[in-house]
Nanobody, 117 residues
Framework: QVQLVESGGGLVQPGGSLRLSCQAS????????MSWYRQAPGKERELVAT????????NYLNSVKGRFTISRDNAKNTVFLQMNSLKPDDTAVYYC??????????WGRGTQVTVSS
């Protein structure tokens, strides 16, 4: 069964840090580009970060550059999003996603990140 399961969200104060994880199963994780998206209340889902199959070519949303880092561990079928210097505007549900040949784009169920004092 193709599946993505996010974890690591929570409530954090402005300036704090969180590390999100996404555990993949049911497909060849090591050959797929992986992405993190987020969706804030009342807003469209937006692409936050993307990483290539062997960890190269990371790309970031402009507003998170220098604060967020995407990485992956292909031995553990896991992709991470390290989020530092968090701001209230980072509050959103964060989703892990990828596109699988002959299946299309798949999504995890998301993990809530709330940045508030």
């Amino acid at each position: 069964q193709v599946q993505l399961v996010e974890s690591g969200g929570g409530l954090v104060q402005p300036g704090g840090s969180l590390r999100l994880s996404c555990q993949a199963s049911g497909f060849r994780f090591s050959i797929e580009t992986m992405s993190w998206y987020r969706q804030a209340p009342g807003k469209e889902r937006e692409l936050v970060a993307t990483i290539g199959p062997i960890g190269g070519m990371p790309n970031y949303l402009n507003s998170v550059k220098g604060r967020f880092t995407i990485s992956r561990d292909n031995a553990k079928n896991t992709v991470f999003l390290q989020m530092n210097s968090l701001k209230p505007d980072d509050t959103a549900v964060y989703y892990c996603s990828t596109i699988i040949t002959n299946i299309g784009r798949i999504w995890g169920r998301g993990t809530q990140v709330t940045v508030s004092s």
